[in-house]
């Protein structure tokens, strides 16, 4: 184990109800020495002309990351904790196969740099016994980041979900949405 | 001459707002900072705890401060960014003096201390000494707002001293004493966790304190019921149990008809009414016949909402009432303040764990800052300037004779008309933006425009500002030791990270010279701000803002002490009246019986639309700060028009086209946003911006007849299509005020 203060107990958790659609996460990832003012977490509004409801788009760390299968440099790598890496800038090759597989829209090609860039969970504070930059900030705590026991006993009225499925493809996530108390999947139709 | 000098432009050139990003590299040394200093943010009421990441005398980055209580690290845009301000290029360093046709140049400070003392000197001796006026902010810390107040009084020798927490906080602290005998919330946050019920009144929370979200949501994860009112689905109104969606001014029909249906069903806490309050006859009087159809037209809230309301409110076992600026920036947010605690005394719900109720208080220390003297009715403590043992124990405190105390003076807005009618010829500001935070703000420039002399005191050259004679470079929050006092009444301990840069100084010690020069400097003969603050708890002490127990080190060993704490062994008072010993002079809680009435300016033919303001989430007030930060203009770059669909309708409007706003007092142009989540009859405008595109050229400047705030809140306009979409250049430009 490189880094022992790494806590594999540690998860991620997005609760959409929750989101005031203020940007602190975004404006807080950004200040990471490795993203260069650029966040890797976004907001948008849903469709504001109806709602002031925003989503929160960020890495959901796959158990089988589509974005490293599609990847033909092999950039994109898993770590043992689960973690998917932003695409190793010397591999790189800025062909966007990333962009255009990963299921949930996140990969943003930086094209000054014709780089991919992605969250990597922070991992220079993750690995050091802190939480992410966007979930300690994140003033509702839309964004959480604890234990799966933590979170269960402070929200019961939501259940965590990791099980994504778009039509027949299920993917699973390292990263959980917090969905209606008894959900155990979320359903994407086609 | 209070004119500008020269063109906006090149004023604009010289001092900003220019938009300020952090390198894509970071601001050198934020890697290896050489300090971290734990102290709070320099934005709203909440003061949420934060590190500043210092190098070689810069702030250069943030980290967040895990272990202070409110808020574990979390926090909002504008915490995050707060940082940008101190390596800001707009930052003022250097005194600067008026000089006409070519803008502002340098000067000495010798200069420009002697030319303010002799234009006070002159203005005062020719005119009186209350000619001479002063305007202050609640930005600032607990010391430098005892400070003023004593200046004021002391050294300026005039009564015309007011605050920027006159558009803020007035009409609940004016409630608060009438109700209560004291101004503060009853409980702290931590009393919000378990609340059954939370009714949030005119406080778009998600926006504007966006840190106490978390302590909502608390509440709501152990099952409290939201209950947000609001002409507007806010970020907070969008998820809660029931919106009230009251139309601007309707707010005190709404609780008056509560409180008749808690009366109808008995939904009362009697051994409390009994006991512990008075007039509660008169004030279900009063309301007797607010019967639920009235209601549903006065507020244009449906009657089943209002019903649904009440049941909840007066069934619950306990509670937290919260309102804010939605409320009380009203001719009569006094009485809607008052609607407010009459529900809550009602059903008897204070005083108690998780049963609460207070404002939350907007500025960084508009608690603090309204406690301790820079009120024009006020003195340090919360002591009534008009009251002759109050006068007396001051006079005591600052060694001056009682007589040579000024009395009460004019309130914010009253300054400005003042200074409109030619009898105030003079005036110093610090920490005030009154042309782009006043209502009707083209009467305010008229009245700039008149004075003599005019003396500010920042460290951005605000709007005001730019019609001054003399600009005296001040500090930022995080150069100068203070205190301030949070919404929830802790007072918290603000570190000095950095010394101000160039010739900026230290706000106190600009004040500390002006009081020399002004031959006063015994009274001002202070080193450090703990010697301020000694004085300030002296001068509280047996006040109801009682700070005696209060010392630097209790606040930094137990991250902040709540008031009242008046002995140093008391552990200080975050939850208020478990004693039921209210501070009003026969002890009780007091109902005050509210009838309605409308605001100022109803609607009518010629002005069919109901306007009302307020704020986003990723600017702060006048934007003196948040307008010079990149990142928060990119967030929201210009002020928008939010209108609903069927109104837009029938004016064929389309999302983006430029309307032509227009009212009473003005006209400005703002592009249309279509959204669903406001009321068919309102339109809503942040007024954080300056120039043309500032909502407060088309506000109201009627008051409140007891607290004196404006009625921001509320007027009727017209609205003009012009079928045309904005310019991108207007858009990229709004933050510069021209």
């Known amino acids: 184990m490189q880094n022992p203060q790494y806590n594999q107990q540690m998860e991620f958790f997005i609760d959409m109800q929750r989101c005031i659609g203020c940007h602190a996460c975004e404006m807080a990832c950004a200040e990471c020495e490795t993203n260069g003012q650029e966040s890797m977490i976004h907001i948008h509004y849903v469709e504001r002309a109806v709602s002031v409801q925003t989503t929160v788009q960020v890495c959901m760390h796959c158990e089988d990351p589509v974005c490293a299968n599609v990847c033909p440099a092999d950039a994109i790598t898993k770590d043992d904790f689960g973690v998917v890496h932003t695409a190793n800038t010397s591999r790189c090759i800025g062909c966007s196969n990333c962009v255009l597989a990963c299921p949930f829209g996140v990969p943003k090609k930086e094209e000054k740099a014709e780089l991919m860039m992605k969250c990597n969970m922070c991992y220079d504070r993750t690995s050091a016994g802190k939480k992410p930059m966007c979930a300690t900030v994140c003033p509702s705590q839309a964004l959480f980041y604890g234990t799966r026991e933590e979170i269960e006993k402070l929200r019961p009225n939501s259940t965590p979900v990791s099980k994504f499925l778009f039509g027949q493809e299920e993917v699973n996530t390292k990263v959980n949405i917090m969905m209606p108390k008894g959900s155990t999947e979320l359903r994407i139709h086609p | ?738």
């Open chain 2, 1 to 738: 001459m209070a004119k500008l000098p020269t063109s906006v432009d090149s004023i604009i050139d010289q001092f900003g707002p220019h938009k300020a990003y952090t390198p894509k590299e970071g601001f050198q040394g934020v890697h290896e900072p050489d300090k971290l200093v734990k102290t709070h943010c320099c934005f709203c009421g909440m003061q949420c705890g934060i590190q500043l990441k210092v190098k070689d005398n810069k702030v250069a980055g943030f980290e967040p401060w895990m272990e202070f209580p409110f808020n574990e690290g979390r926090l909002c845009p504008k915490g995050v960014q707060r940082y940008l301000q101190n390596n800001h290029p707009d930052r003022i360093l250097h005194p600067y003096k008026r000089v006409e046709g070519k803008g502002f140049e340098q000067t000495s400070w010798e200069d420009a201390m002697s030319k303010t003392v002799s234009e006070i000197q002159r203005i005062q001796n020719s005119h009186g000494r209350d000619a001479f006026a002063m305007l202050s902010g609640v930005s600032l810390t607990n010391e430098k707002s005892y400070m003023v107040g004593k200046f004021a009084r002391v050294a300026l020798k005039t009564k015309n001293l007011d605050y920027n927490g006159r558009l803020c906080m007035v009409s609940a602290g004016a409630g608060n004493k009438k109700a209560f005998g004291l101004d503060r919330i009853s409980n702290s946050w931590a009393d919000l966790k378990h609340a059954e019920v939370i009714i949030i009144a005119g406080t778009n929370v998600s926006e504007t304190f966006p840190t106490l979200t978390h302590y909502i949501w608390q509440a709501r994860d152990n099952g409290a019921k939201l209950i947000v009112i609001d002409p507007r689905v806010t970020p907070i109104a969008r998820t809660a149990d029931l919106h009230l969606p009251v139309r601007p001014g309707g707010d005190s029909a709404l609780f008056g008809a509560m409180l008749k249906i808690l009366v109808d069903n008995d939904w009362l806490d009697h051994e409390f009414i009994d006991q512990h309050t008075s007039g509660f006859q008169e004030s279900i009087d009063a309301v007797k016949d607010y019967d639920l159809a009235w209601a549903e037209e006065k507020t244009g809230i449906e009657a089943a909402k209002i019903q649904q309301a009440a049941e909840w409110w007066g069934k619950a076992k306990t509670s937290f009432l919260l309102h804010a600026r939605g409320i009380e920036h009203h001719t009569k947010g006094v009485d809607n303040v008052l609607s407010c605690i009459n529900l809550v005394l009602a059903t008897g719900r204070i005083g108690k764990p998780y049963c609460g109720y207070g404002t939350i208080t907007g500025q960084g220390n508009g608690q603090g800052g309204r406690e301790h003297g820079h009120k024009c009715d006020q003195l340090p403590g919360n002591r009534d300037i008009t009251n002759p043992e109050h006068r007396q124990y001051i006079a005591d405190v600052w060694g001056i004779d009682e007589k040579e105390l000024p009395g009460k003076g004019l309130s914010a807005y009253e300054i400005i008309e003042a200074i409109h009618r030619g009898e105030i010829k003079g005036l110093i500001t610090i920490c005030f933006n009154p042309l782009v935070s006043l209502p009707n703000n083209n009467f305010v420039r008229e009245a700039l425009e008149k004075l003599e002399y005019y003396v500010a005191i920042d460290f951005f050259l605000n709007e005001t500002a730019r019609h001054a004679d003399l600009i005296l470079p001040g500090s930022l929050h995080e150069e100068e030791e203070g205190t301030v006092t949070t919404a929830e009444g802790r007072v918290v301990k603000i570190n000095q990270a950095i010394t101000p840069p160039g010739e900026a100084r230290k706000d106190s010690e600009i004040l500390i010279e002006l009081a020399q020069r002004l031959g006063v400097g015994d009274k001002f003969a202070y080193d450090k701000a703990e010697d301020v603050f000694n004085e300030l708890r002296v001068a509280s002490k047996g006040g109801t803002a009682d700070y005696f127990g209060i010392t630097y080190e209790k606040i930094e060993k137990n991250m902040g002490v709540f008031w009242p704490c008046p002995s140093e062994d008391h552990p200080g008072t975050p939850r208020l009246w478990e004693d039921r010993k209210f501070k009003t002079p026969d002890g009780k809680a007091h109902f005050n019986p509210v009838s309605y009435r409308d605001p100022a300016e109803v609607v009518d033919k010629e002005y069919p639309v109901v306007m009302t303001t307020g704020r986003v989430v990723s600017q702060y007030l006048s934007g003196t700060q948040t307008r010079r930060i990149g990142k928060l203009l990119d967030q929201y770059p210009e002020p928008l028009l939010e209108i609903h669909p069927k109104l837009a309708y029938q004016y064929g409007i389309k999302d983006g086209d430029q309307v032509i706003v227009k009212t009473r007092r003005g006209e400005a142009t703002f592009p249309a946003q279509i959204v669903e989540t406001i009321r068919e009859d309102t339109v809503f405008i942040p007024y954080h911006w300056g120039g043309k595109h500032s909502a407060n050229q088309l506000t109201i400047g009627t008051l409140d007849p007891i607290s004196k705030i404006p009625e921001f809140k509320v007027c009727a306009c017209q609205l003009i299509p012009t079928g045309k979409m904005a310019s991108v250049q207007i858009k990229e430009t709004a933050y510069q005020s021209f």
